[in-house]
């Protein structure tokens, strides 16, 4: 089995900053494609950021020049930084990653979620 475990959430001003971190651990073969995904109250799920084995990034437009993604494949671990936070930016986290373990088939795994709450 495949593990994901999230960090670094809480309550930030806004303006403010925030790193998350999710490291995945358990019987691993291959990590792919990590990530993060985002649900604010009453809205859907929405991608964050994703990044690659190779370090190939992506972000939804509203977090672009904000949002940092990044990981540490030794470490099976990636990163989110988030700076100049807003309101809208309230959310429940979600880490994935697409991993085929060592004795099981590729698939996403996601992680139990990290609240974001940005307020004065």
């Known amino acids: 089995q495949v593990q994901l475990v999230e960090s670094g959430g809480g309550l930030v001003q806004p303006g403010g900053s925030l790193r998350l971190s999710c490291a995945a651990s358990?019987?691993?073969?291959?990590?792919?494609?990590m990530g993060w995904y985002r649900r604010a109250p009453g809205k859907q799920r929405e991608l964050v950021a994703g990044?690659?084995?190779?370090?190939?990034?992506n972000y939804a437009d509203s977090m672009k020049g904000r949002f940092t993604i990044s990981r540490d494949n030794a470490k099976n671990t990636v990163y989110l930084q988030m700076n100049s936070l807003k309101l809208d930016d309230t959310a429940v986290y979600y880490c994935y990653a697409d991993v085929s373990g060592a004795t099981t088939p590729r698939r996403d795994y996601w992680g139990q979620g990290t609240q974001v709450t940005v307020s004065s």
């Open positions: 358990g019987s691993i073969f291959s990590i792919y494609a």
């Open positions: 990044i690659t084995s190779r370090g190939h990034t």
